[in-house]
């Protein structure tokens, strides 16, 4: 089962920048969805940003507008350009991924991102 694993996040202030990476363990071209979640604490863990292996991407309301998810095929990475940062995105990022042919994702170890007003 593939294997992911984040690097990126941190504090930052209010209108600044993060960019998170997650590298997985298999060609990336085997994975069929692979993107972000995040979870605040109390609350549930709530998508981010996802795209497929065939270019298509989702983003949240929230996320629509500051932030881009890309993919680097030769690297096994996706990445989450976030700009414009708010407080409210203070929240442990968590990378996932799922394979061609398997019914449940795997779950990074989740990257704390925090953004002081």
């Known amino acids: 089962q593939v294997q992911v694993v984040e690097s990126g996040g941190g504090l930052v202030q209010a209108g600044g920048s993060l960019r998170l990476s997650c590298t997985a363990s298999v060609s990336i071209a085997s994975i069929i969805s692979m993107g972000w979640y995040r979870q605040a604490p109390g609350n549930q863990r709530e998508l981010v940003a996802i795209t497929s292996n065939d270019g298509d991407t989702n983003y949240a309301d929230s996320a629509k507008g500051r932030f881009t998810i890309s993919r680097d095929n030769a690297k096994n990475s996706v990445y989450l350009q976030m700009n414009s940062l708010k407080p409210e995105d203070t929240a442990v990022y968590y990378c996932?991924?799922?394979?061609?042919?398997?019914?449940?994702?795997?779950w990074g170890q989740g990257t704390q991102v925090t953004v002081s007003s």
């Open positions: 996932y991924a799922r394979q061609l042919g398997s019914t449940w994702g795997t």
